[in-house]
């Protein structure tokens, strides 16, 4: 069939008309649904990131709550730690007690020395007395066994801790010595002992009796 300028126009029977019809209208819907698809995939997602988000704040909010919460004590926990502390405090007084009880012992100790030492020093000094006064005429075995029990005298005083105090050629100390007169000395300077007149002792760090000294003018 041609039109009025002469131009062939293909005329479709009803059966290819309703066919395009409904290819268009299949296209039209495909298009119009494939947006919407899209849209309600996104939404989707969206709302379970949301949940995701809800999840994860309740989870933290029950954390921190759980964590400001005071754990509750048993309270048998609660007297063993009070029996616990009570025993540590009776340990340390104890600890304490012998101490002070150790350290009282060894003054004692050193006080009963110290009066023992001090009634024996009067017997030491005759027995030095004694010695240098010898006479030549007398049994050398006598004056030898003197000698020995002096000796041995002595020795047991110094396993004591009772040793003599160094007075001549040193300075005069007054905490050690006892000066009772002045001498003049070529010897020795001013202010130094020039001659032991009784022995002076201590007892470890004790002093038992000061040196009986003279000293340099």
Not at 8 to 13: F, Q
């Amino acid at each position: 069939m041609k039109n009025e300028e002469g131009v062939k126009i293909d005329i479709e029977t009803p059966e290819q008309f309703e066919e395009d019809v409904a290819k268009i209208l299949e296209e039209e819907e495909a298009k119009t649904e494939s947006p919407k698809e899209e849209e309600a995939e996104e939404t989707a997602a969206e709302e379970v990131k949301n949940a995701e988000k809800e999840e994860d704040a309740a989870k933290d909010k029950e954390s921190k709550k759980h964590s400001g919460k005071k754990k509750k004590t048993d309270p048998r926990d609660e007297k063993i730690a009070e029996l616990e502390d009570r025993v540590k405090r009776q340990m340390a007084e104890f600890e304490n007690f012998r101490k002070r009880t150790d350290k009282e012992k060894s003054q004692m100790f050193d006080m009963g020395v110290k009066n023992v030492v001090e009634k024996i020093l009067p017997v030491i000094d005759n027995f030095e007395r004694g010695l240098d006064n010898i006479p030549e005429s007398a049994d050398e075995s006598f004056a030898n066994g003197m000698k020995m029990i002096y000796k041995q005298l002595s020795d047991e005083l110094d396993r004591l801790g009772v040793k003599p105090i160094e007075a001549v050629g040193q300075p005069f100390d007054p905490n050690f010595h006892n000066a009772v007169m002045q001498v003049e000395s070529e010897e020795y300077e001013s202010g130094t002992v020039a001659q032991e007149l009784q022995k002076g002792y201590m007892y470890h760090e004790t002093l038992v009796r000061p040196s009986m000294v003279s000293v340099v003018q």
